[in-house]
T-cell receptor
Framework: NAGVMQNPRHLVRRRGQEARLRCSPM?????VYWYRQLPEEGLKFMVY????????ESGMPKERFSAEFPKEGPSILRIQQVVRGDSAAYFC?????????????FGPGTRLTVT | GDSVTQMEGPVTLSEEAFLTINCTYT??????LFWYVQYPGEGLQLLLK?????DKGSNKGFEATYRKETTSFHLEKGSVQVSDSAVYFC?????????????FGKGTKLTVNP
């Protein structure tokens, strides 16, 4: 059973370009979470999605950032008009459900560099 | 709000030394607590967890006990190996309003020398 897949693993964008980060959850998982890790920092929650629904986007910047998890295909985190401060590692996690019985499994991350 | 405070690093130890990484938390209620490990260039792996007070999580020689009275979840290992060199994150699970997320500490970098 493949783990959480993220691509690309590394992404370089110039300021003002768009970045699209993809996350394929583990098979059978319908809950997806995105976290951002700034250099020398812990992970910060960004958004929680279930199939076709955004459950909680309280950690997402209000502008330029959006996320989706369509019925078919991977979850996408989209950053428009990137700035240098967006340089970070973005991790996706997936789970079977909510609650103490369910664990979040993390992908390897996408390291975004904005030049 | 909910938060995790973790011992600042970096921590450098010799092989076979005893390891403690302190973690305390602030939360409403009694959240589940976790330790994750991140090896260079990789994502996070769950190391151990505890879901209620006095639970002890353990894995690969690492242990942590959920202490409600001190709101702590310190990570310990009796004898570290070079292969334990990594960044360790303490985290708690927040559940509210139909949502769920993990709140992480800043991480502690451990280097074990032969």
């Amino acid at each position: 059973n493949a783990g959480v897949m993220q691509n690309p693993r590394h992404l370089v964008r110039r300021r003002g370009q768009e970045a699209r980060l993809r996350c394929s959850p583990m098979k059978g998982h319908s809950h997806v979470y995105w976290y951002r890790q700034l250099p020398e920092e812990g992970l910060k929650f960004m958004v929680y999605l279930q199939k076709e629904n955004i459950i909680d986007e309280s950690g997402m910047p209000k502008e330029r950032f959006s996320a989706e998890f369509p019925k078919e295909g991977p979850s996408i985190l989209r950053i428009q008009q990137v700035v240098r401060g967006d340089s970070a590692a973005y991790f996706c996690a997936s789970s079977l459900g909510q609650g103490a019985s369910y664990e979040q499994y993390f992908g390897p991350g996408t390291r975004l560099t904005v030049t | 709000g909910d938060s995790v405070t973790q011992m600042e690093g970096p921590v450098t130890l010799s092989e076979e030394a005893f390891l403690t990484i302190n973690c305390t938390y602030t939360a409403t209620g009694y959240p589940s607590l976790f330790w994750y490990v991140q090896y260079p260039g990789e994502g996070l792996q769950l190391l151990l967890k505890a879901t209620k007070a006095d639970d002890k999580g353990s894995n690969k020689g690492f242990e942590a006990t959920y202490r409600k009275e001190t709101t702590s979840f310190h990570l310990e290992k009796g004898s570290v190996q070079v292969s334990d060199s990594a960044v360790y994150f303490c985290a708690l699970r927040v559940q509210q309003g139909g949502s769920e997320k993990l709140v992480f500490g800043k991480g502690t970098k451990l280097t074990v020398n032969p």
